[in-house]
């Protein structure tokens, strides 16, 4: 059985960091693209980038074969480069440092073993459509918490 390719694009932002900061997110499948956004009151950028990725993956029904593009090269490092070794040092860093963000590494580890995700970064405000249209949305949902 072959897996639906699905192409996501994800930014996260916050005002302050820690501060108030919002996601947004954009599923293409099958030439429909759907739009989510959200904030939080109190966060980082950091959390705002990774729940974008989960908010987006955990909307898929079914396994997947998924592109997911982000100006996070702290989400794609860590899915791709880090991970590992903080799994095997217990969730701590090189450095013996608990790992940041820990729950939302876990549940994108997780997610990333339900779909075939690979983890494409590109350059933030580079004029990159989706990422931009990210970050619009991204803003827009942190604007309604003031």
């Known amino acids: 059985m072959t897996m639906k390719k699905v192409k996501i694009f ?3 932002c916050c005002k302050g960091n820690p ?3 919002g996601y947004g997110c954009i599923i293409k499948y099958n030439g429909q693209a759907k739009e989510f956004k959200g ?3 109190e966060t980082t950028n950091n959390i705002m980038e990774l729940y974008a990725a989960v908010f987006a993956l955990k909307q898929l ?8 593009t982000t100006d996070s090269q702290y989400m794609v490092k860590g899915m791709t480069e880090w991970i590992g070794g903080w799994m095997r040092k217990g969730w701590k860093t090189a450095a013996g440092q608990p790992v940041k963000n820990k729950a939302l590494w876990q549940e994108l580890h997780r997610l990333n073993g339900v779909h075939k995700i ?3 970064w590109v350059r933030g405000h580079n004029g990159h459509p989706e990422n931009e ?9 942190m604007a309604f918490l003031n």
């Not at 249209?133 to 949902?141: G, M, P």
């Open 61 to 68: 029904k079914e396994p997947c074969e998924v592109e997911l």
């Open 10 to 12: 994800t930014d996260g």
């Open 39 to 41: 904030a939080e009151k």
């Open 118 to 120: 690979s983890w494409v």
């Open 19 to 21: 501060g108030p900061g």
């Open 133 to 141: 249209r990210c970050d619009a949305l991204a803003n827009e949902a």
